[in-house]
Nanobody, 124 residues
């Protein structure tokens, strides 16, 4: 069974940085486009960032562009989200996602596999 396991969440001050990682259980996921979503309390889950299978193309939500960077290491089957200049509104549970049918997971409907999430809390 395919598993995506996130790590790296925690408490950080406004303006600080965190690095999230997603480890995949199956080597075949190195051929999947991968991404990150987040869900803040009381809000719907939203797209954050994604990358194609090679890491050569990346996509970002407008709210995080310039502050977050997504990357992947296909040898280790990991996807990383480097988050800088964090804001209060970045507080959310962050989910790793693998796209279906070769699609970039920029929408919920394009996701084949989900991780269980890791909580990021930005405080003053």
């Amino acid at each position: 069974q395919v598993q995506l396991v996130e790590s790296g969440g925690g408490l950080v001050q406004v303006g600080g940085s965190l690095r999230l990682s997603c480890a995949a259980s199956e080597r075949t996921l190195s051929t999947y486009a991968m991404g990150w979503f987040r869900q803040a309390p009381g809000q719907e889950r939203e797209f954050v960032a994604a990358t194609d299978w090679s890491g050569g193309s990346t996509y970002y939500a407008r709210s995080v562009k310039g502050r977050f960077t997504i990357s992947r290491d296909n040898a280790k089957i990991t996807v990383t989200l480097q988050m800088n200049s964090l804001k209060f509104e970045d507080t959310a549970v962050y989910y790793c996602a693998a796209g279906k049918y070769g699609l970039v997971p920029s929408l919920d409907t394009r996701v084949e596999y989900w991780g269980k999430g890791t909580l990021v809390t930005v405080s003053s």
